[in-house]
């Protein structure tokens, strides 16, 4: 089974560019999520999916980040413009339906704003 | 609201000695319960979790963690380091009512000396 991919791995950028980052969950998972993970800190989520609709986004800084997932498979996160403070990991992890199922990430996408 | 503290942001062990990553969570309702292990440059992968039923829960690479509601505790024991344990360990907790987000502690770097 294929795990979750994201791509790019690295990106830096100056900042007040605009960046995206994409991701496709396991084949069957109707729950996506993107969290962001701050240097020494552990991992803080940014918005749920379930299928193509969002369930969570109250800590999405909406003034400058935005995500969508119109089909219900792949997703994209768009930061515009971008701060030296979002320099971080951010991370796409998937979940089929079970209450109790696991959440399972992918490798992360390094931002670096400078 | 959720939260989780891991208790030691930084734990270093003799290779063979036990290993004990602390973790205290708080929750309004009964939690399911994660730990989750991340290596240098990849995601997080799941060690262990625990749902329902036996409080002793067993995961991968010989690590165990007992649900204790009384201290609302959730630590991660393993009775002999490896090298290959270094890595960086989440904590996190989830709402079985609240669409399951992840609230994770502010993570543990364990080193192993040889």
């Known amino acids: 089974e294929a795990g979750v991919a994201q791509s790019p791995r690295y990106k830096i950028i100056e900042k007040r560019q605009s960046v995206a980052f994409w991701c496709n969950p396991i084949?069957?998972?109707?729950?996506l999520y993107w969290y962001q993970q701050i240097l020494g800190q552990g991992p803080k989520l940014l918005i749920q999916f379930q299928n193509n609709g969002v369930v969570d986004d109250s800590q999405l800084p909406k003034d400058r980040f935005s995500a969508e997932r119109l089909k219900g498979v792949d997703s994209t996160l768009k930061i515009q413009p971008a701060k030296l403070e979002d320099s971080a990991v951010y991370l796409c992890a998937s979940r089929s339906e079970g209450a109790g199922d696991t959440q399972y990430f992918g490798p992360g996408t390094r931002l670096t704003v400078l | 609201a959720q939260s989780v503290t891991q208790l030691g942001s930084h734990v270093s062990v003799s290779e063979g000695a036990l290993v004990l990553l602390r973790c205290n969570y708080s929750?309004?309702?009964?939690?399911?319960l994660f730990w989750y292990v991340q290596y240098p440059n990849q995601g997080l992968q799941l060690l262990l979790k625990y749902t329902t039923g036996a409080t002793l829960v067993k995961g991968i690479n010989g690590f165990e963690a007992e649900f204790k509601k009384s201290e609302t505790s959730f630590h991660l024991t393993k009775p002999s380091a490896h090298m290959s344990d270094a890595a960086e360990y989440f904590c996190a907790v989830s709402d079985p009512g609240a669409g399951n987000m992840l609230t994770f502690g502010g993570g543990t770097r364990l080193m192993v000396k040889p």
């Open positions: 084949s069957g998972h109707a729950t």
């Open positions: 929750s309004s309702v009964p939690p399911y």
